[in-house]
């Protein structure tokens, strides 16, 4: 099946500095990639849409100059939080689309951890 | 807006149980439901689908009825296996490709 990889699988980072998580869609071209934040015990909330060579859509309530999303190929975004504090601790996990239309069905990458100090 | 509730967990289970995790959801028009599951270490998966009402997703084992007059997905099996051990996540998928996740469900399923 298809595969979804993310990078870093954890990361851990001092307030006021800048973290940079890689998906990767590995057998196959993603015309749609998402962004995604599970806080312990509750939903995954989506922050973001993504279209290759497209600026990303944010969901209501995300800072999009905090959010930067890059989807600059068929197979790789990235999500860079700016100036991490610790409120932006979450485990972030992205998925990957293949086709158009109404194909509906999303890939998911294994989630990155993000710790802030 | 759109929402998904599931029930909490973990559900802890012998092996061979009968399992069910309930999932009731609230959505304007049609949604599409599913069940994804997420073994350790992994993404999540997809495990099973149903796109209208009284549609019955199945996959692996796993069973799931769409109900619309109880607005409910519960999910169900009959004979839980150890391997079966995941957090498993209620969704829906409205019209705009996005989809709404519930908190997820531990199952822990014991020898």
């Not at chain 1, 973001?48 to 859509?57: C, P, R, W």
């Amino acid at each position: 099946g298809a595969v979804v990889s993310q990078h870093p699988s954890w990361v851990i980072c001092k307030s006021g500095t800048s973290v940079k998580i890689e998906c990767r869609s590995l057998d196959f071209q993603a015309t749609t990639m998402f962004w995604y934040r599970q806080f312990p015990k509750q939903s995954l909330m989506l922050m973001a849409t993504s279209n290759e060579g497209s600026k990303a859509t944010y969901e209501q309530g995300v800072e999009k100059d905090k959010f930067l999303i890059n989807h600059a190929s068929l197979t790789l975004s990235t999500l860079t939080v700016t100036s991490a504090h610790p409120e932006d601790s979450s485990f972030y996990i992205c998925s990957a689309r293949a086709g158009t239309g109404n194909s509906y069905e999303q890939y998911f990458g294994p989630g990155t951890r993000l710790t802030v100090t | 807006g759109d929402s998904v509730t599931q029930m909490e967990g973990p559900v802890t289970l012998s092996e061979e149980a009968f399992l069910t995790i309930n999932c009731t959801y609230t959505a304007t028009g049609y949604p599409s439901l599913f069940w994804y599951v997420q073994y350790p270490g992994e993404g999540l998966q997809l495990l099973l689908k149903a796109t209208k009402a009284d549609d019955k997703g199945s996959n692996k084992g796993f069973e799931a009825t769409y109900r619309k007059e109880t607005t409910s997905f519960h999910l169900e099996k009959g004979s839980v296996q150890v391997s079966d051990s995941a957090v498993y996540f209620c969704a829906l998928h409205t019209g705009f490709q996005k989809l709404v996740f519930g908190t997820g469900t531990r199952l822990l399923v014991s020898p």
